[in-house]
Structures are given as structure tokens and as C-alpha cells.
């Protein structure tokens, strides 16, 4: 495992500043997607972790909707972005592989398009990390790539940077499965259709 995460660590340092400024807000975004994160801020409580949250953009507009939110991301000039242009914020250095949090400590986790470079073998253990932080009835909005079980292997991204990571698109039933088996109750699924299919999950920590 280290070593699929230690190639995105090393690809998102690589383009942050790209990613930073190639990358709109929520507030330029579709409106749906802005939906859906009000519907989120009003079903979360207590500490919510926006997880892979780059270089804050998310983390901060949650933080205008009302929620109590910090970024965590695995890059560390991703993290030196976010706390640059949002310094009263709290943006750390982290995996979602191993969440420097206690059991049942978070209210909320948002996993903003940040799982799909993660291996289709090690998603369980990412959603049963994600399960383990969330208190009892505590919510995750996880929003993701899909595809029919495709594999691709990027060698350049945000302008022709040069990157190292693989991004894993699998069908949207089957990552409704691997939650419900981790323990998640799944309240709502927003499935968007090509040229860019993705998949938003809303789920609760029964």
C-alpha cells in the first residue's frame, strides 16, 4: 500500500500549484454539486474532516455553510496552499489509510474525488478507516470517478505536469456494496452520466 500512496503524495506535490489554479471553487462549480454540499452541511455535526482537501478550496466554503471544518490532504504542498490562503483554518498533513483521529471522533468526513487512486483491493480497508472516525450517526459524503472497473495509468496531469498515479473507475453499485459492507447506511446516490460519469454518496455510520 505504501507504495500507490507514495506516488500520489510525490504527483499532488508536483502540481499543487497547477492543481491550485487550474481547479475552480465550489462557488464557480455546478450547482448541483453546491447542492449537495448544503445537504451535507445540514446533516453533519460536530468536527468534520474534508479528507484529500488539496489546497482548501472545499474545506473553506464547508466552513461558510456552517460546519466545523479541517482539511487533512497527503501532500504536503497541497497543505502549504490551503494554509496559505486560508490561515485561520486548520489544514494538516494526513492519510485517509490511517486518520490521525479517535474512535468515533468525527461528526462528518467528506471524501471529495480523493479515493479513486486507491487500489480497488484497498478500498475496504480506506471505508473501514473512514467508519472507525465517524461517530454514530455521523455522516460521509464521498464523491468519486466511475467507470466499468477501468484502470489508468497517468504519467501527466494539470498541464502536462509529470505524475505518477493510477485512477481507479469502478461501477457505482459496486461501491454502494463495498459501503453498505463496511458498515455504512446509505441514505442518497447522485450518479452522474458520461463524458464524465461520477457517483456522490451519502452515507451514516449506523
Partial sequence: MSEYIDAVRESYDTVAAAYDEQVKGPSEQDPLMRAMFQAFAELAHG????LGCGPGKITAYLRELGLDAYGIDLS???????????????????????????????GGILAHFSTHHTPPEHLPRVYAELHRALAPGGHLMLWTHTGDNERRQLTQAYGGHPVSYESHRLPADHLAD?????????????????????????????
Avoid at 468536527?47 to 474534508?50: F, L, P, S, T
Avoid at 483554518?89 to 486518520?99: D, K, S, Y
Avoid at 463495498?178 to 463524458?195: D, Y
Fill in 178 to 206: 463495498l459501503l453498505q459492507a463496511t458498515g455504512f447506511r446509505i441514505r442518497a446516490t447522485l450518479v452522474e452520466p458520461p463524458p464524465r460519469p461520477n457517483a456522490c454518496f451519502v452515507a451514516t455510520r449506523s
Fill in 47 to 50: 468536527k468534520v474532516a474534508d
Fill in 76 to 106: 504536503p504542498n497541497m497543505v502549504e496552499l490551503a494554509r496559505a490562503a486560508y490561515p485561520q483554518l486548520r489544514f494538516e498533513v494526513g492519510t485517509m489509510t490511517a486518520l490521525d483521529v479517535a474512535d468515533g471522533e468525527l
